[in-house]
């Protein structure tokens, strides 16, 4: 076998310390037939032409290259092989430069560890086989999961560059948890205002053809992998045709059935068919069946009748449907809910009915809320005083261990908007920690600070906080030794992942960290992906975050999307990668537990185990873990890695 | 009648169990009589050393070697039946990676003798008196065969030809074994014979699920669910790198495989696959946000319930592993 041997120099970077006349010298008592040429900058444009021409001319069998990290260049030279026309994963790449002469002071000793180096990925190259990179069809288009903020970004943006993209959200509406809001820290801006421009391009812009959604839905089950995934999708009966309804409400109006609305914390009627609420999109009611007067057998069809459209809009015979979409990508935008804040003794929630937590609060300041935005205490007074207890459950070790990073913002942004009405209201904040973070979060904090009626009172420790009822029958907080009468108390609950996240973790094997969220596959490099290729992390379902933050993410998982699958483009498969050899695979099943990225499935067929190559990243942790030593790690067999420690070691 | 192939069964360092296993052919064991001239057996037969020595060399058609070598005898029976023989097996854990015996190889010479003759308090010794080389009694000298510095399989001392693993060999695969050398049609030198390819997970038809260790558990604390993987109720299995044949009888009985058939092909250190197996399935919970030293302290109280390291990952195979044991080779 013809081995070529080529040092690079890297200017006086390994030529101050090691000497390639000694390395070519040694080289020459290896065994196979080796030739050994020295390169002043092997990665420089003349440096790589003479390598692939030295490479034309000398034909070898396996190539060394001596130089710096391959983490910098083993890319570049393995093209050069390519060019040359040789396989480019014959080639073993020695670092020389980092390894060896940066951090070796003696020349000799640098020299004689070179030495060794470059015998070891002799012994190694020899080894080496072979490796293609294999090629695969995929779909370039996307569903996302999810209505909010970031799913609705990334699907527009998706819409944009022409792809089609499924759209499933679980509840009637789109907007998330936003658009229930009133106004938005830190500009006070109306949040229904704030999203309608990204909501009416979704629904009726150009590109809204290219956007199916499907409201009242869920994800029910996944196949595949990255490029080619299958999903199943269970659809609500709604029994409104979005595409035909204008929102006129005439239904509503006609309906008899009444009900509490769940959109408005039950504090406001709604009949059977009916809007969420005032203003929400798309523009069309939907029946609860449950509520419907017809679930009861009995026979109406109000709402049919009154709808100005014709007979078609009103569906009451429409049932569930299960579909079936190709997807190549998946965006996960399943956002955040509220920690119980019942679960937190002593704060008087789900007891007392003047607590409210922040979802609620937004919806009572809402001017498409149960109150049209007035809030009132429930005996129905202006309340004189106001308590806003921060970090309810959250950097808390008994309950969330982690700040919640919003919760300092909306809970100023309160305060602004409560003085706004009732000017003569104290406040009062009991808060652990303050987290304003940005050029922006302190504005709301410096008005809060300013107002003579607002005090900030800081406290150690939840369990050092009560809410509990005076003898006057009006709510106190209790902090610190001192009673403060409050006659409406606000919780700001730690954000937790929203229902359902584990489910879907399940379903899709994208992992949760230890407080519920999807985990990402690198804390800064990957935030926006899981460890699952082609599964990627949209807003708060990765962490709790804002708006801005979820928008930001929201187009990072367009941006994965659109470069990885690309129409007429084949996704290529990294032949670096683990492979079981069914023929010595029992099926202990080991492996599959261990693999990060999911790669592995049991083939109950063949009683083995099988590697997804594309789902792979050829970490090489099922290869180690494999008991029967039925997983190959191409390009790092043991017998490879084995010979290169022999090579060095002689 | 025509001479048939000799054949030897010797036992060096071992139990005897290698012997019953063969017994355990029960009607069969005619069958072998029927083909080969059982000529040597200490543990049934009354044929000498001498008898054997005075053979030719090469006489012997097959020997099977149980029993690791520990003593000096061990290691000259080994050497003369390697002569005497064509074909030499390693027959059972001891004599292929050293087993039990070879357990010892964590104490020198002089350690074990102390613990078993002087320091074990069901021992009246007053004079101390330890087994050496030669003793001299008014009778005269008597002579033991001296301990090795280490016990040894047989391949580190003599040229072997095929390897039967067990402890002991399972008697369905003895007959195997036998037939195979009466059909001629010999594997290539070197081959382990009278086993499976795969692990013992094939042979045992226990439901395996994806696994995540919780917890290491023993057998005294809990019965077993029969029909689960045992490995992921926390028993210490050795299955998964345990090479298959056995027919799985220990997973049958809801007792963990302890790992006696060895490592399959290609895996050359049986304890240190089980390490990373285990090590990659022990499920010490989430960690994100702990200190090191926390994770350092769940990993320890994980492995702290594993009361014997080498007991368990190398009960049958420390002479052959990479490590060794302790002392010197």
């Known amino acids: ?650 | 009648m025509p001479d048939k192939p000799k054949l030897a069964i010797y036992w060096a360092a071992s139990c005897g169990g290698c012997e019953i296993a063969v017994v355990n052919l029960h009607e069969k064991i005619l069958d072998v009589d029927a083909a080969l001239d059982l000529m040597f057996c200490p543990c049934l037969m009354d044929t000498k050393r001498k008898d054997i020595e005075a053979l030719p060399d090469r006489a012997i058609a097959v020997t099977l070697f149980n029993g690791a070598l520990r003593t000096e005898e061990n290691l000259e029976m080994a050497r003369l039946l390697r002569r005497k023989s064509q074909v030499m097996v390693a027959f059972g854990s001891c004599a292929k990676g050293g087993c039990i015996p070879a357990l010892a190889n964590f104490s020198t010479r002089e350690d074990l003798f102390r613990s078993i003759y002087l320091d074990n308090p069901s021992v009246e010794n007053p004079d101390a008196i330890i087994p050496c080389g030669t003793t001299s009694f008014p009778e005269g000298d008597i002579h033991l065969p001296a301990l090795l510095g280490r016990v040894k399989h047989l391949a580190q001392e003599v040229d072997v030809d095929y390897y039967i693993p067990g402890c002991p060999p399972e008697s369905h695969q003895i007959w195997n074994v036998i037939e195979v050398i009466l059909s001629g049609d010999l594997p290539p030198k070197g081959s382990t014979i009278g086993c499976g390819t795969l692990t013992v997970c094939d042979d045992c038809d226990r439901t395996k699920e994806d696994k995540r260790i919780p917890a290491f558990r023993r057998n005294y604390e809990f019965y077993p669910d029969p029909k689960a993987c045992l490995l992921e109720q926390g028993l210490l299995c050795m299955g998964i790198a345990t090479r298959s044949g056995c027919g799985a009888p220990c997973t049958k009985a809801n007792m963990p495989c302890s790992g006696c058939y060895g490592a399959p092909d290609g895996i050359s250190d049986q304890g240190a696959k089980m390490v990373a197996a285990l090590g990659s399935v022990m499920d010490i919970g989430d960690t994100v946000g702990l200190s090191e030293a926390e994770i350092s302290g769940r990993v320890s109280a994980f492995l702290s319930t594993i009361p014997d390291y080498a007991g368990l990952f190398y009960k049958y195979t420390l002479a052959s592993s990479t490590l060794g044991g302790k002392v010197g080779r």
């Open chain 1, 1 to 650: 076998m013809k081995i070529g041997i080529y040092f690079c120099n890297c200017g006086s970077n390994i030529a101050d310390k090691i000497s390639s006349a000694a390395v070519a010298e040694a080289a020459g008592s290896f065994p196979e037939q080796t030739y050994f040429k020295t390169v002043d900058f092997i990665c420089s444009e003349d440096g790589r032409l003479q390598f692939e021409e030295s490479l034309k001319t000398e034909l070898p069998d396996r190539v060394i290259v001596a130089a710096c990290s391959p983490r910098d260049h083993e890319a570049t030279f393995r093209r050069c092989l390519a060019n040359a026309g040789l396989n480019p994963y014959l080639l073993q790449m020695v670092n020389i430069r980092e390894q060896i002469a940066w951090v070796t002071e003696d020349p000799e000793v640098a020299t004689a560890k070179a030495i060794r180096a470059i015998r070891g990925a002799l012994y190694r190259v020899r080894l080496q086989q072979p490796l293609e990179k294999k090629e695969l069809e995929v779909c370039p288009d996307a569903l996302v999961i999810g209505a909010g903020p970031s799913g609705m970004k990334a699907a527009m943006a998706l819409a944009e560059a022409g792809r089609s993209v499924v759209l499933v959200e679980r509840t009637p509406m789109i907007g998330g948890l936003p658009v229930r809001f009133e106004e938005l820290f830190p500009d006070l801006e109306c949040a229904p205002c704030m999203l309608e421009p990204l909501m009416g391009e979704l629904l009726h812009g150009d590109h809204a053809g290219k956007i199916e959604l499907m409201t009242m839905s869920e994800v029910i089950e996944v196949t595949g992998f990255y490029g080619n995934f299958i999903a199943r999708i269970r659809q609500l009966p709604r029994h409104v045709s979005l595409h035909e309804c204008i929102g006129c409400g005439e239904c509503a109006a006609a309906c008899p059935a009444v009900t509490m609305n769940g959109f408005n914390n039950g504090a406001s009627e709604r009949k059977a068919i009916d809007f969420a609420f005032t203003g929400v999109l798309p523009n069309a009611p939907f029946l609860m069946e449950d509520v419907c007067v017809r679930s009861r057998g009995e026979e109406c069809r109000a709402c049919k009748d009154a709808c100005p459209m014709g007979e078609d809009v009103v569906d009451l015979e429409q049932v569930e449907q299960i579909v079936e979409r190709r997807i190549g990508a998946i965006i996960l935008a399943t956002g955040t809910g509220l920690y119980d804040a019942s679960r937190v003794t002593g704060m008087g929630f789900g007891t007392f009915p003047d607590v409210y937590d922040a979802l609620q609060f937004e919806r009572l300041l809402s001017s498409t809320g149960p109150t049209a935005g007035e809030f009132l205490t429930r005996a129905g007074n202006v309340p004189s005083s106001l308590a806003i207890i921060h970090c309810v459950g959250s950097l808390d070790n008994d309950h969330k261990p982690y700040c919640s990073g919003i919760c300092c913002q909306y809970a100023f942004k309160f305060n602004h908007l409560i003085s706004a009405r009732h000017p003569d209201t104290a406040i009062t904040h009991y808060h652990r920690e303050l987290v304003l973070p940005g050029k922006t979060a302190h504005t709301l904090f410096r008005h809060a600070d300013r107002n003579a009626n607002t005090s900030l009172k800081r406290y150690s420790s939840i369990d050092d906080l009560a809410v509990t009822l005076a003898d006057d029958g009006r709510l106190q907080v209790s902090a610190n030794g001192e009673d403060n009468v409050a006659d409406m108390v606000v919780l700001c609950p730690a954000v937790i992942p929203a229902e359902g996240t584990g489910r879907l973790s399940a379903l899709l094997d994208v992992g949760c960290d230890s407080s519920g969220f999807f985990r990402e596959l690198h804390g800064r490099m990957d935030a926006a992906q899981s460890a699952i290729k082609g599964i990627y992390l949209a807003g708060s379902c990765q962490e709790p975050m804002d708006i801005q933050k979820a928008i930001l993410q929201g187009m990072a998982t367009a941006g994965y999307t659109l470069a990885g699958l690309q129409p007429g483009r084949t996704l290529e498969i990294e032949p670096i990668n683990a492979e079981v050899d069914e023929t010595r695979c029992a099926g202990c099943r080991l492996c599959i537990s261990v693999c990060p990225y999911r790669a592995i499935s049991f083939d109950s067929g063949h009683n083995a185990s099988s590697v997804n190559a594309v789902l792979c990243h050829g970490c090489g942790t099922c290869v180690a873990a494999c008991p029967a030593g039925a997983i190959t790690g191409h390009h790092f067999t043991n017998d490879q890695i084995m010979a290169e420690i022999e090579g060095v070691l002689k």
